[in-house]
C-alpha cells in the first residue's frame, strides 16, 4: 500500500528518504525499553509502514503490565479499541475497503476524510493510536505518558519528510478525530471505568453447594462479576447466550463432576516436566502482559515476520482485538451465570484437603475458561488470515526466561493454551472445551463482517 503523498518521486529521492526513515524508525523502537532489535530490524525489511503500529502496541504491553486495574478483560478492551481505532485512521489508504462503521455494535458514523485532499495515512494512523491510548490509560504513571508522547514525536518524525506541512497537519487532525470518535462510542459500553474497580463492593455472590468461593491464598473478592453485562463490540446471538451449562455439580464419586475434579487433582500429582513447562508458559498472571497481552504480541511478531502491509496489518489488529474483547465478554458472562466453584475449593473440601494447584488460582469463577476464550478467539482469527497449517514459533516469552515456542498450527496453540490452565490445577476441562467452543463461534463471526 502506497503510504506517501507526493504522486512521483525519483529513485534517489526513494533510496534517500527510505534511508533516513530506517534510520529513525530504528531509533523509535529501540528507545521504547524492552523492545527486541531483532523485531525492529524485521519490521524495517517489511518497508517500515507497519513500525508504527507494532511500536504502538509494544508500548501499549508495557504500558498494561504497569498500570494499575488492567487485568485480562479490561487489558482486551483496550487492545480491541486501539486496533479499530487504528483500522479506521488508515482506512483512506486501503483500496475502497469498506468502514467498520455500521457494522460494529452501536458504531454509526466516523469522520471522513476531505474529498480530494491527500493524506499521509502512515502519520493519521500514528496521531490516532497515541490519542486513543492516552484515553485508554488515563491511570498511567507520569513516566509512560512521557513514553507516549515521545513515541508519537519519534513515529512523526520518521514519517514528516514524505509530503508537505499541510498534509501532515490534515494527517494528524484526522487521526485525532477517529480516535476520539472511536473513544466516544467505547465510553458506553460498560467497560471504560474497569480498571477503576476490578473488585465492586457492591457484589454478593450467591451461596450453596457448587457456587464459587473466594479461593486461596488471598481469598479476593470476585474480580469483574458484572463484566458479562457489557456492551460486545460485535453483537451477540441466541447461540452465544450462557445455554451451555458446565455438569450437574455432585459429590457423587460416580459423578461426572467428581470425575473432572479428581482428573484435576491426579493431574497436579503426576505432572511431566513438559506439563509443567506448558503450565508456567502460559499463565501470564499479574504483573504481566496478560494472556489477551500475550496474544496481540504474538500478532505482532507474525504482522512483522510475514511483512503485512499497513492496511493487512490493520485489518488483522481489528480483528483480533475484537476477538479478544468479546470473548472476555462472552467468557465472564458464563462465568457469573454459573458461578462454578474452582477445583481448589472442591478438591480440598471433597478430594485431599492438603492439595495445592501448580498456578494460583485467580479470583472468579471457574467456568468458562479465559485462556480458552481468549486464545480460541485469536488462533482461529490468525488461521484465517495465515492458514491453518501454517508453522510458527512464539518469542513473546523469550524476556522472562522461556525458550521459544514452536507450533505446527494455531489449532495446536489452541489446545496447548487451554490444557495448560488444567495443567496449572485451575481448571477442569469442561471449562476449556466449552470456551474453545464458545470462542470459535465468535471468531467466526467477527471474520464474517466486511472488511
Known amino acids: 500500500m502506497k503510504t506517501y503523498c507526493l504522486l512521483a518521486r525519483t529513485v534517489a529521492f526513494f533510496f534517500v528518504a527510505g534511508m533516513i526513515a530506517c534510520k529513525k524508525n530504528d531509533a523509535l523502537v529501540q528507545s521504547i525499553p524492552g523492545t527486541p532489535t531483532a523485531v525492529a530490524a524485521r519490521t524495517l525489511l ?68 476531505e474529498w480530494g485532499k491527500r493524506y499521509n495515512w502512515v502519520i493519521a494512523g500514528n496521531s490516532a493510536m497515541a490519542r486513543i491510548i492516552r484515553n ?22 520518521a514519517h514528516a519528510d514524505s509530503c508537505s506541512p499541510e498534509v ?30 476490578n473488585f465492586p463492593t457492591d457484589y454478593i455472590p450467591p451461596v450453596g453447594p457448587g457456587y464459587w ?20 463490540i460485535v453483537k451477540f446471538t441466541a447461540s452465544d447466550s450462557a445455554n ?25 500429582q503426576t505432572l511431566t516436566p513438559e506439563e509443567t513447562l506448558i503450565a508456567q508458559y502460559w499463565a501470564d498472571g499479574g504483573g504481566t502482559f496478560t494472556p489477551p497481552g500475550h496474544l496481540i504480541a504474538l500478532t505482532t511478531q507474525l504482522v512483522t515476520e510475514q511483512q503485512l502491509s499497513l492496511g493487512q496489518a490493520a485489518n488483522l489488529f481489528a480483528q ?12 465472564w458472562k458464563y462465568k457469573y451465570r454459573y458461578n462454578l466453584v474452582r477445583p481448589i475449593s472442591y478438591i480440598r473440601s471433597r478430594i485431599d484437603s492438603s492439595w495445592a494447584p501448580l498456578i494460583g488460582t485467580p479470583p472468579f469463577p471457574s467456568y468458562t475458561s479465559g485462556h480458552a ?22 518469542k513473546q516469552k523469550v524476556p522472562e526466561g522461556f525458550a521459544p515456542r514452536s507450533f505446527s498450527s494455531f489449532s495446536q496453540m489452541i489446545n496447548e493454551a487451554s490444557i495448560s490452565r488444567v495443567y496449572g ?21 467477527i471474520l464474517s463482517l466486511n472488511y
Open 320 to 331: 483480533v482485538g475484537i476477538g479478544l474483547n468479546d470473548a472476555g465478554i462472552l467468557c
Open 136 to 157: 485508554l490509560f488515563p491511570n498511567a504513571s507520569s513516566e509512560n505518558l512521557g513514553l507516549v508522547a515521545q513515541l508519537e514525536s519519534d513515529n512523526l518524525q
Open 46 to 113: 517489511a518497508g517500515g509502514d507497519v513500525a508504527v503500529p507494532v511500536s504502538w502496541y509494544q508500548l501499549e504491553l508495557k504500558l498494561i503490565k504497569e498500570t494499575p486495574g488492567f487485568s485480562p478483560p479490561v487489558a482486551a478492551r483496550a487492545i480491541a479499541y486501539t486496533g479499530i481505532t487504528l483500522r479506521e485512521a488508515v482506512l483512506g489508504g486501503m483500496n475502497g475497503a469498506p468502514s467498520l462503521a455500521g457494522q460494529l455494535n452501536g458504531l454509526r458514523r466516523l469522520p471522513a476524510p
Open 168 to 197: 501532515v497537519s490534515r494527517s494528524i487532525l484526522y487521526g485525532q478525530s477517529i480516535a476520539n470518535a472511536i473513544y466516544q462510542w467505547s465510553a458506553s459500553d460498560g467497560g471504560k471505568d474497569g480498571y477503576l474497580n
Open 213 to 232: 468461593v473466594p479461593t486461596p491464598p488471598l481469598f479476593q473478592r470476585a474480580m469483574l462479576p458484572y463484566w458479562g453485562k457489557n456492551r460486545p
Open 373 to 394: 476464550s481468549f486464545t480460541s478467539a485469536t488462533g482461529n482469527i490468525l488461521a484465517a488470515r495465515f492458514g491453518s497449517g501454517f508453522s510458527f514459533t512464539d
Open 425 to 445: 490445577g485451575i481448571h477442569y476441562e469442561y471449562d476449556s472445551e466449552t470456551g474453545k467452543l464458545t470462542a470459535k463461534s465468535l471468531a467466526q463471526r
Open 244 to 268: 451451555i451449562p458446565p455438569p450437574a455439580f455432585s459429590t457423587d464419586t460416580a459423578s461426572a463432576f467428581y470425575k473432572a475434579a479428581y482428573f484435576v487433582y491426579r493431574k497436579g
